[in-house]
C-alpha cells in the first residue's frame, strides 16, 4: 500500500481513481494543516516562484521592460525638449495645448458616454438557477507587513456566509514577513483559511504572490481581496449565482468598491465619491458600452480555468488588475459589475495618497506600452470602439495627469492675462476652450452626484464640486510615475492600512456602509 498524507479530511477521495491506478492500494494518513502546503513549499517552492514571475506570455508581459537602458534617450529628448522651448515656446506650448484639449475632449466624451449607458434600465436578470452542487470558492488575499489588521481580517472574513466547506480563504504571505505570519497564527485561523507562504523572489508584488498561491487553489472560481477589505456577508453567494446565470464567455465579475472612513477629512470625503463615481458609474457604463474594463485590484472573480489560459497576472505591472483586465477582452472574455460591495480603508494623508496615485499613473503607462506593442493586432482583437477606449482610459489618462499644468494656464486667458499663445488663438478658439472646461467640470460632477446617490453615504452634495481642487494632486503623481517608468518600473509604493480604521469598520452589513449624515 502507498501511505497518502492530506492536511484535510477526506480530501483523497476526489483523486481516489486516480491514485488507484498509479499507485494500486491507497491509505490516507492525516496530516497537520498547512504541511502539504509546507512541504511542497519545500519541494518545489523556488519553481513555482518562478513560474509566478513569467507565467504570462512575453508579448502580453512588462517584465522586458528596461527603462534604465532608456534613461540616456529620455535625457536627450529632453534637452531638444529643452532647446525647442527656448528657441520658439509657443510652438512647443501650442503642441502640449492642442493634445491636452484633445484628451480632454475624449475623456469628457467617454464619461458623458458612460452616464448614459448606466442610467438606461438595465436588461431583466434571469431568475436565480437553483444549483445542485455549489462549486468551491478560492479566495486569494496577498498580504506584505499587514500584521497591524490580521485579527480585524480575519473577522471580516468569518462573516462570509458561504457554506465553509466550499469556501477556503488562502493568505498569501512573503517568506521573511514573519510578523504577519504570527499574527495570523495568534488571530486563530479556521480551518478554511490558510497561510500560503511566498517564497524569495524578484519582483516582490501582490501579483507574484497571487500567481504563487494559485497553485494551492484547489476552487474552479477565484476570488482576490485585499488586507484591508470588509465584504458583504452574502458577496460569495452572489458572485456563484451571476456565474451560473452566465454563460462561459463572462469570465470576470467586478464588485462595487466603497470606503468605510469617509469623514477623516476632505481628502477621504474626495476619495469615496471618486470611487462612486468609478465603480457605480463609469465601470459599468464602459462595460455596458462593450469596451474594456480596466479592473480594480479587489473583489474580483474570476472563471478559473479562463484565468489560466491567460496566465494569470503580470507579476511585474503594478497596477496587474487594469492590465488582466485588458487581456480579458482581447481574448475575447467578457467582464460585468455586479451589485456587491466591499468596504476599503480611504488613503486621506497627502503624501500616502500621491505614492498610491503615482504606481497607479506607472501601472497604466506601462499596460499601454505593453498592449500598443502590436497595434494592429489590438485594434483586431478589441475593435475600433474598444481600441479607441483603451486609448482614452489609458493614454488619455495619463495624459491628462501629465498635462494637467498646461491646461491650468488657460487660466491666464480667461483672466486676461498675458499667456504665449494669446497672439496666434483664432477669434472664438478661447470661447470653444472654455466652453469645453465647462462640460468637462459640468460631466465630472453629475459622474459624481449620481455615483454618490448609489451609496449609502449621505455625504452631502456640496463636496462633490470640491474634486475640482482634488484632481489636480494627479499631476505630483504623474511626474513621479514618469520618472519610476524609468527608474524603478517594478517597484511597489506600498500603502500602509488599519490607520484610519474605525469600530463601525470591523464589519459591514449586507447593502453598504453604514448611513451617517454630514
Not at 494500486?24 to 513555482?48: D, K, N, Y
Not at 480563504?169 to 504577519?180: G, P
Not at 506600452?369 to 489609458?394: D, K, N, S, T, Y
Not at 495619463?398 to 483664432?426: C, E, G, K, T
Request: net charge positive; hydrophobic share 50%; proline share 8%.
Amino acid at each position: 500500500a502507498t501511505l497518502v498524507g492530506q492536511s484535510r479530511p477526506g480530501a483523497i477521495l476526489r483523486h481516489a481513481s486516480h491514485m488507484a491506478d498509479r499507485f494500486g492500494l491507497v491509505l490516507p494518513a492525516t496530516l497537520p494543516p498547512g504541511a502539504v502546503e509546507a512541504e511542497v513549499g519545500r519541494l518545489s517552492g523556488a519553481a513555482l516562484a518562478r513560474r509566478a514571475e513569467t507565467s504570462v506570455a512575453p508579448r502580453e508581459s512588462c517584465r522586458s521592460w528596461n527603462g534604465t537602458a532608456l534613461l540616456p534617450r529620455a535625457a536627450l529628448l529632453a534637452a531638444i525638449l529643452a532647446v525647442l522651448a527656448a528657441a520658439g515656446p509657443a510652438g512647443l506650448l501650442g503642441l502640449a495645448c492642442a493634445w491636452a484639449v484633445l484628451t480632454l475632449a475624449a475623456s469628457t466624451l467617454l464619461r458623458i458616454a458612460a452616464l448614459t449607458a448606466t442610467l438606461r434600465p438595465p436588461p431583466p436578470e434571469p431568475p436565480p438557477p437553483v444549483l445542485a452542487h455549489l462549486p468551491v470558492v478560492s479566495v486569494i488575499v496577498a498580504l506584505h507587513r499587514e500584521s497591524g489588521i490580521a485579527a480585524r481580517l480575519i473577522r471580516r472574513l468569518g462573516r462570509l456566509d458561504y457554506p465553509r466547506d466550499r469556501l477556503e480563504i488562502l493568505l498569501a504571505v512573503e517568506a521573511d514577513d514573519r510578523a504577519t505570519r504570527a499574527a495570523l497564527e495568534q488571530a486563530g485561523l479556521p480551518g478554511w483559511m490558510r497561510i500560503v507562504v511566498v517564497p524569495d523572489g524578484f519582483p516582490r508584488t501582490k501579483p507574484r504572490a497571487l500567481n504563487y498561491a494559485l497553485n494551492h487553489c484547489r476552487g474552479t472560481i477565484i476570488g482576490v481581496y485585499d488586507a484591508e477589505d470588509a465584504p458583504e456577508a452574502d458577496q460569495i453567494a452572489r458572485v456563484v449565482a451571476r456565474f451560473a446565470a452566465r454563460g462561459p464567455g463572462v469570465a470576470c465579475l467586478q464588485g462595487q468598491l466603497d470606503y468605510y472612513n469617509p469623514r477623516v477629512n476632505w481628502l477621504s470625503r474626495c476619495f469615496t465619491i471618486e470611487y462612486a463615481a468609478w465603480f457605480r458609474v463609469i465601470l459599468p457604463g464602459i462595460a455596458r458600452l462593450g469596451l474594456p474594463v480596466p479592473l480594480g485590484g479587489t473583489t474580483l472573480f474570476f472563471r478559473r480555468d479562463t484565468l489560466e489560459e491567460l496566465g494569470g497576472w503580470d507579476a511585474h505591472n503594478v497596477t496587474e488588475d487594469a492590465d488582466l483586465g485588458i487581456r480579458l477582452a482581447r481574448h475575447g472574455y467578457r467582464t460585468e459589475l455586479i451589485d456587491t460591495v466591499t468596504g476599503e480603508e480611504a488613503n486621506c494623508r497627502l503624501v500616502p495618497w500621491v505614492k498610491q496615485r503615482s504606481r497607479w499613473i506607472k501601472g497604466f503607462m506601462l499596460t499601454w506600452i505593453v498592449h500598443m506593442r502590436e497595434p494592429g493586432l489590438l485594434w483586431r482583437q478589441l475593435g475600433p470602439c474598444g481600441f479607441a477606449g483603451f486609448q482614452v482610459m489609458f493614454l488619455g489618462s495619463v495624459s491628462q495627469a501629465l498635462l494637467a499644468p498646461v491646461q491650468w494656464s488657460f487660466w491666464l486667458l480667461v483672466l486676461d492675462l498675458p499667456h504665449p499663445l494669446a497672439p496666434y488663438l483664432p477669434p472664438g478658439v478661447l470661447t470653444a476652450l472654455v466652453g469645453l472646461f465647462l462640460l468637462s467640470e459640468a460631466a465630472g460632477i453629475a459622474v459624481g452626484l449620481v455615483g454618490l446617490a448609489r451609496t449609502r453615504h449621505r455625504l452631502s452634495r456640496l463636496w462633490v464640486p470640491t474634486l475640482h481642487f482634488y484632481h489636480p494632486l494627479a499631476a505630483l503623481a504623474a511626474w513621479k510615475a514618469a520618472w519610476e517608468l524609468l527608474t524603478r518600473p517594478f517597484w511597489w509604493d506600498k500603502t500602509a492600512h488599519g490607520l484610519f480604521d474605525t469600530s463601525a469598520a470591523q464589519t459591514l452589513p449586507a447593502g453598504g456602509p453604514p448611513s451617517v449624515p454630514d
